[in-house]
């Protein structure tokens, strides 16, 4: 069974760092494609940066390009999501996934999130 858990989330002000984890199980996640998504109130789930575990190519939206790092541990099966400078506007559920295909957001697994919420 595959098992995605994230952890990390908090309550930060604005500028401050947070750092997320996502500890996959029944799945080996090295040369596979991962991916952090969130979903703010009030809008649709997207996905802010994806990671090739086996290349190390990475993709981030252009919303958290420069200020987000996704990063991986292929000994402890984890995917990291630094996120730096924080804005408001980064409030939201933050979601792991275990991507379909690297060219897309397509996820084959979901793990059930953890808060992040920013404050002014």
């Known amino acids: 069974q595959v098992r995605l858990v994230e952890s990390g989330g908090g309550s930060v002000q604005a500028g401050e760092s947070l750092r997320l984890e996502c500890v996959v199980s029944?799945?080996?996640?090295?040369?596979?494609?991962m991916a952090w998504f969130r979903q703010s109130p009030g809008k649709d789930r997207e996905g802010v940066a994806r990671?090739?575990?086996?290349?190390?190519?990475?993709h981030y939206s252009d919303s958290v390009s420069g200020r987000f790092t996704i990063s991986q541990d292929n000994a402890v099966n984890t995917v990291y999501l630094q996120m730096n400078s924080l804005r408001p506007e980064d409030t939201g559920m933050y979601f792991c996934?275990?991507?379909?295909?690297?060219?897309?957001?397509?996820?084959?697994?979901w793990g059930q999130g953890t808060q992040v919420t920013v404050s002014p």
């Open positions: 996934g275990i991507l379909a295909r690297c060219a897309s957001w397509n996820v084959n697994y």
């Open positions: 029944g799945f080996y996640v090295a040369y596979t494609c």
């Open positions: 990671i090739h575990t086996g290349t190390g190519t990475k």
